[in-house]
């Protein structure tokens, strides 16, 4: 070991004087690798310092859009707005999954083909269920009953017989509530 360190030693003594024969060639060798190595390391990390700008500058723009929204908001109220805004997106889409079911074509023999209402009237009551446990635990329990009254129902006649008729207006209507819901912003807990 110590002869390592000994001739470590010896070697920086004799470039050393090379280097005090010769100092501005010196300077300007080291000058050269650091831009070399500089503009490496530029071209290198160039892609990940632009993004981190771009990042940096969409956040700031969204900071500023949020803050000129909120202008003399006060916090609870802009949590209240953010929780509606998250409650009408989801209502629309509850809203949106019902419309197949909607006049769904069955088989002619629709009269005589228990099994064909059996399975719609299945889809609709599972669409019902989940859109009302929804609205339940994450809207208001009067915004459920709201979403489930049948009592301004109209009736149509739809062309399948008394009991496709019957599943098809109640769809009808509680597809009408739900609309009702997202349009008057009834989403307070």
């Not at 003399?72 to 997106?89: D, I, N």
């Not at 009551?125 to 339940?136: D, F, L």
């Amino acid at each position: 070991m110590l002869e390592q360190i000994k001739a470590v030693r010896d070697y920086l003594h004799d470039e050393g004087q090379v280097i005090r024969q010769a100092p501005v060639a010196f300077s300007v060798g080291c000058l050269l690798v650091a831009a070399a190595v500089f503009t490496v390391l530029v071209r290198h990390f160039s892609g990940q310092i632009d993004t981190q700008r771009d990042t940096i500058e969409n956040q700031r723009n969204r900071i500023d859009q949020l803050q000129e929204e909120l202008k003399g908001v006060s916090p609870q109220l802009a949590a209240l707005q953010a929780r509606r805004t998250k409650a009408r997106e989801k209502l629309l889409e509850l809203y949106v999954a019902a419309a197949p079911l909607i006049g769904k074509e069955l088989p002619k023999e629709i009269y005589s083909n228990e099994q064909a209402l059996d399975n719609l009237e299945s889809e609709i009551r599972g669409w019902e269920t989940s859109t009302a446990n929804w609205i339940k635990d994450n809207v208001a329990i009067a915004a459920e009953s709201r979403f489930l009254d049948i009592s301004n129902m109209p009736i149509y006649g739809w062309g399948g017989g008394p009991r496709y008729d019957r599943m098809m207006n109640k769809l009808a209507n509680e597809r009408k509530n739900l609309a009702l819901l997202i349009e008057t912003a009834a989403y307070d807990k």
